[in-house]
């Protein structure tokens, strides 16, 4: 059970680094079209964006049941890095997926949305790296 935090933290930012520089660059080189592989990546995302939340939620949930309330600094930086990771998530799949996916404005969606993947995977590569050290648990 020690190692759960790590596991946990390790899934989020694996599962975003396969799909975000992996899986999605795949689809659009080989789906016969740019359509198909949009479609089949906006699915990819919304279920990346839950393994984000539930991943996030859990190492919250340990975080506070590892220590006395007393203790728990909702402020410190690991907490933040999560908190900002799942909010990035949600606001990507329920403000930025959608005009995307009515191709409104699709050049500047599309790059707000890429933007904010790239921050949601940097805050879950530090959630790691600070779970790797110990800070958070």
Do not use: D
């Amino acid at each position: 059970m020690a190692q759960l935090p790590l596991w946990i933290a390790a899934l989020w930012w694996g599962s975003m680094s396969a799909l975000g520089f992996l899986v999605v660059p795949l689809l659009f080189a080989h789906l016969p079209s740019p359509a198909m592989a949009g479609t089949m990546a906006a699915k990819l995302f919304t279920a990346q964006t839950w393994v984000a939340v539930v991943c996030g939620l859990v190492l919250l949930l340990i975080a506070g049941r590892k220590r006395p309330e007393a203790q728990v600094n909702p402020a410190s930086l690991a907490t933040n890095f999560i908190v900002t990771g799942m909010l990035l998530a949600l606001l990507s799949e329920f403000a930025v997926a959608p005009r995307i996916m009515l191709r409104e404005n699709l050049a500047l969606w599309h790059a707000v949305g890429s933007a904010m993947y790239l921050a949601h995977w940097a805050c879950a590569g530090l959630v790691l790296r600070k779970v790797s050290r110990g800070v958070l648990f």
